[in-house]
C-alpha cells in the first residue's frame, strides 16, 4: 500500500464547479504538501501544510492531522486549472497524483 | 527571489551514449538538492539528493550517478544510456522551514 493515497484518480469537471481532491498518508509528517503538474511537466509547489487551513486566491488546502487526511478545494473551476494535482511528503513520498480536466 | 534552472528542456540520445544534465539554483545557500524521475504514467521517484557540496545519497541503485560540484549546482549523468532510462527527469531545492521548488524539468527520450 502506497503511504500516500489520493482520490480521484481522474476528475472531470464543468467549468465554475467546486473541485475537492483528498489525500490520505500513513507515515509521520512535518509538513505535507501540494504540487500541481502542468501539461508540460514543470511542477509547482501550491500548498505546504502542517495544521489546519491555508488559501491562495481559488485553492484551498486542509489538513487533518489526527485522521492523516488533507484535501484541496478549487473554488470557481476554471479551464486553465486543468493539470495532475500531487499529494506528497517530500522528499520520497509521493501520491500518483489526480489528473483535472476542466471543460469549458 | 530564489530561482531554480534546468536544462536541456529535451534530450534525445542513443543507447550507450552519456549523460549530463545540469541544475542550478540562484538566490539561496547551502541548499538541499535532488534528482526526481518521472516515468510515463507514474508518480515521482527520488533518484539522489545532496545536503552540501561532494554529499550525495542514492536512493536507487541504477545507471546514473549525481555530483555537486559547487554550492548550487547539481548534476546528473550517466556513462552509457539504457532505454529503461528514459523519462522525465526533475531537479528541485528546498531549505529548512521552505517548501519545495522544482526546475522545469528534462524529457530525456533513449533511442
Known amino acids: 500500500k502506497n503511504e500516500v493515497e489520493q482520490s480521484p484518480q481522474n476528475l472531470t469537471a464543468q467549468e465554475g464547479e467546486f473541485i475537492t481532491i483528498n489525500c490520505s498518508y500513513s507515515v509521520g509528517i512535518s509538513a505535507l504538501h501540494w504540487l500541481q503538474q502542468h501539461p508540460g511537466g514543470g511542477i509547482v509547489s501550491l500548498f505546504m501544510?502542517?495544521?489546519g487551513k491555508k488559501k491562495h486566491g481559488r485553492l484551498i488546502a486542509t489538513i487533518n492531522i489526527q485522521e492523516k487526511h488533507s484535501s484541496l478545494h478549487i473554488t470557481a473551476s476554471h479551464p486553465r486549472d486543468s493539470a495532475v494535482y500531487i499529494c506528497a511528503v517530500p522528499p520520497t513520498r509521493f501520491g500518483a497524483g489526480t489528473r483535472l480536466t476542466v471543460k469549458p | 527571489s530564489q530561482t531554480i534552472h534546468q536544462w536541456p528542456a529535451t534530450l534525445v540520445q542513443p543507447v550507450g551514449s552519456p549523460l549530463s544534465l545540469e541544475c542550478t539554483v540562484e538566490?539561496?545557500?547551502?541548499?538541499?538538492l535532488y534528482w526526481y524521475r518521472q516515468a510515463a504514467g507514474r508518480g515521482l521517484q527520488l533518484l539522489f539528493y545532496s545536503v552540501g557540496i561532494g554529499q550525495i545519497s542514492s536512493e536507487v541503485p541504477q545507471n546514473l550517478s549525481a555530483s555537486r560540484p559547487q554550492d548550487r549546482q547539481f548534476i546528473l549523468s550517466s556513462k552509457k544510456l539504457l532505454l529503461s532510462d528514459s523519462g522525465f527527469y526533475l531537479c528541485a531545492w528546498s531549505a529548512t522551514g521552505t517548501g519545495y521548488t522544482f526546475g522545469s524539468g528534462t524529457r530525456l527520450t533513449v533511442v
Open positions: 501544510l502542517s495544521s
Open positions: 538566490g539561496t545557500s547551502n541548499p538541499n
